[in-house]
């Protein structure tokens, strides 16, 4: 197990315009050829819009792009002829394949947190698809065969224990309040911290004692024989 903590994520963005980001693998301008990816998960970016701030229309290939709304609403525009307002619970997916542009804005009164993770497809190129589901539940895991992962949403009240997938590869990232993680919840995690485990089993997740958590965990494989 790895732990990469909040503090240690580059920061990106355009705070004068109203965005700010905090990456935990190696963007843009911080390169870091030692934290290209975790298996097939290339980024885990946190983002922070301001109301009427966004991304304007950019392109994405060869990708597979999942996002998740903490707080606020995302209004979410593509070339493809999409266009969604994601709301905390949902989980929205954009295939970008052999490429699509997309802008991603804050149309909304209030300040937007989401949390965008880009995972790398099991077969690059064909033609960009779209899903989104909404209100998810915690005892339902949304499947992404595409990269070979699946993404589980847990919510735990103060002191709630609950198993962890086993995995080869295992991401956990904290979107908000306490966790304690490990085979005897030894591990200490707080918002924007992140666990990379390879190999997991017999794992579990713990609420902190003082309020309720929120966290992601992808659970992925490698590519497989032949890849």
């Given at each position: 197990m790895s732990v990469r903590r909040a503090g240690d994520r580059y920061p990106g963005g355009e705070p004068g315009a109203g965005i700010e980001s905090l990456h935990a693998f190696s963007f843009g301008g911080h390169y870091d050829p030692d934290n290209l990816r975790f298996g097939p998960l290339l980024a885990c970016n946190e983002e922070r819009l301001a109301p009427?701030?966004?991304?304007?229309?950019?392109?994405?290939?060869?990708?597979?792009?999942?996002?998740?709304?903490?707080?606020?609403?995302?209004?979410?525009?593509?070339?493809?002829?999409?266009?969604?307002?994601?709301?905390?619970?949902?989980?929205?997916?954009?295939?970008?394949?052999?490429?699509?542009?997309?802008?991603?804005?804050?149309?909304?009164?209030?300040?937007?947190?989401?949390?965008?993770?880009?995972?790398?497809?099991?077969?690059?190129?064909?033609?960009?698809?779209?899903?989104?589901?909404?209100?998810?539940?915690?005892?339902?895991?949304?499947?992404?065969?595409?990269a070979r992962a699946m993404l589980h949403a847990r919510r735990l009240a103060p002191g709630e224990r609950t198993a962890v997938p086993d995995g080869e590869f295992l991401y956990v990232h904290v979107v908000r309040g306490g966790v304690a993680l490990g085979p005897d919840a030894g591990e200490t995690l707080s918002p924007g911290d992140a666990a990379r485990i390879t190999d997991a089993e017999g794992l579990a997740l713990v609420g902190g004692a003082e309020s309720g958590a929120e966290v992601l965990v992808w659970e992925m494989a490698g590519p497989g024989p032949g890849a």
């Open positions: 009427g701030a966004g991304f304007d229309e950019h392109p994405h290939s060869h990708t597979e792009i999942v996002t998740w709304v903490v707080s606020g609403e995302l209004t979410h525009r593509d070339s493809a002829g999409h266009a969604s307002v994601v709301r905390p619970g949902d989980v929205q997916r954009l295939s970008a394949a052999g490429g699509v542009r997309h802008t991603e804005r804050n149309d909304g009164d209030e300040p937007l947190v989401f949390v965008q993770m880009w995972l790398a497809p099991l077969d690059p190129g064909g033609e960009p698809s779209y899903e989104i589901v909404r209100g998810i539940a915690d005892a339902t895991p949304y499947a992404l065969p595409q």
